[in-house]
C-alpha cells in the first residue's frame, strides 16, 4: 500500500473507516459546490464512494485519502489517469494543504512512470481550484460549455495539463 508523507500530510489509500469522516465533506454543500456531484444525502452514499475509491486503489489507481494531524480532511489523486481531483474539508481551505496534496500526487504518478502528463478539469467559476492548478504550473489548453450536469444544472469546464518535462523543468529550476 502506497503511502506518502509531505510536510504536513500524510496521503495513504482509502480504508473502510474513513467512510464517517469523508461523509462529513460530501454532504456540505459547500465542500461539494465544485464537486462532479451533488451533495450525498446518506452515509451509505459515502460508504460506497470509499468502496469504490478502495476498488481502484486495489487496481492500482494512485488516489489518497488526505490526512492532516491524524484526520481524514479530504482526498487527492487519480481516480483515473491522467484526470486530478481533489476535495478538502472547508475548515482545511486556505492553508496550501491541497496544493502540498496534489503537488504530492503528481510527484508519485510522474515518479512511478504511471503517465507523462496529468489534466485537469475545472469550472470557470472555481477560481481557487484555476489558481492552485496555475500555481502547480498547469496550463490552459482548452474549454467546452455545458459539459456536467450536476443535478440537472449544466456546468462548463476549463482544460489544463501538464506534462512531465514541465513539471521536472519547475522542480529543477525551484520554482
Not at 459547500?30 to 452515509?43: F, G, V
Not at 451509505?44 to 492532516?68: C, K, L, S
Not at 472547508?90 to 510522474?110: K, S, T, Y
Amino acid at each position: 500500500m502506497t503511502e506518502i508523507r509531505t510536510e504536513r500530510l500524510v496521503l495513504r489509500h482509502a480504508r473502510p473507516d474513513d467512510a464517517e469522516p469523508l461523509h462529513v465533506i460530501f454532504s456540505d454543500p459547500l465542500a461539494m459546490r465544485w464537486w462532479s456531484s451533488l451533495p450525498h444525502e446518506t452515509l451509505d452514499q459515502t460508504r460506497a464512494w470509499v468502496e469504490a475509491m478502495m476498488a481502484g486503489n486495489a487496481a492500482g489507481a494512485p488516489d489518497f485519502i488526505i490526512e492532516w494531524n491524524g484526520r481524514a480532511i479530504g482526498k487527492a489523486g487519480f481516480w483515473r489517469l491522467p484526470d486530478v481531483g481533489y476535495i478538502l474539508h472547508p475548515d482545511a481551505w486556505g492553508q496550501g494543504l491541497a496544493q502540498e496534496a496534489v503537488r504530492a500526487a503528481i510527484d508519485h504518478v510522474f515518479a512511478e512512470g504511471l503517465t507523462d502528463i496529468v489534466t485537469a478539469d475545472v469550472d470557470p467559476e472555481n477560481t481557487a481550484s484555476i489558481r492552485l492548478l496555475e500555481r502547480l504550473g498547469f496550463a490552459r489548453t482548452g474549454s467546452a460549455e455545458r459539459t456536467w450536469n450536476i443535478g440537472g444544472e449544466l456546468k462548463d469546464s476549463l482544460y489544463y495539463a501538464l506534462d512531465r518535462v514541465a513539471w521536472t523543468g519547475r522542480l529543477n529550476s525551484g520554482s
